[in-house]
């Protein structure tokens, strides 16, 4: 298995393989397969060490990958909290952050539903 930041690919196409690394898409990863004129169908496991090395490098050099991403991302949202603006006291209270709906949905950020005794009432 090819080993790139810290990462280890799957043997899958290069263009493919390398999304597994956290910051990298597919957009991202074709453009750094352009910049460095690899062949796009390649396996990972059929890279060679000189193929490795100029990855890791190009990927050190110019981009934010993997754990100081995490850490940018979460030092912005921590950000947000601080100044107490609208997006910072969503994150706070646990809810959608980008205007979506709560009153149905929103399972995914809130949790599990919470039943409430006495809720429904009988008509008649």
């Given at each position: 298995m090819?080993?790139?930041?810290?990462?280890?690919?799957?043997?899958?196409?290069?263009?493919?393989?390398?999304?597994?690394?956290?910051?990298?898409?597919?957009?991202?990863?074709k453009e750094i397969i352009a910049k460095l004129k690899l062949d796009s169908d390649k396996k990972s496991n059929a890279l060679s060490e000189e193929e490795i090395r100029k990855i890791n490098k190009l990927l050190s050099e110019e981009y934010v990958l993997e754990g100081d991403l995490k850490s940018e991302k979460s030092d912005f949202i921590k950000r947000l909290v601080r100044i107490n603006c609208y997006r910072g006291q969503r994150h706070k209270k646990k809810?959608?952050?980008?205007?979506?709906?709560t009153k149905t949905?929103?399972?995914t950020r809130k949790g599990r539903g919470k039943t409430i005794a006495n809720k429904k009432i009988a008509k008649g």
């Open positions: 090819a080993r790139i930041i810290g990462v280890e690919l799957p043997n899958k196409r290069i263009a493919v393989a390398l999304t597994y690394i956290y910051g990298i898409g597919r957009s991202k990863s809810l959608p952050v980008r205007g979506q709906r949905n929103a399972r």
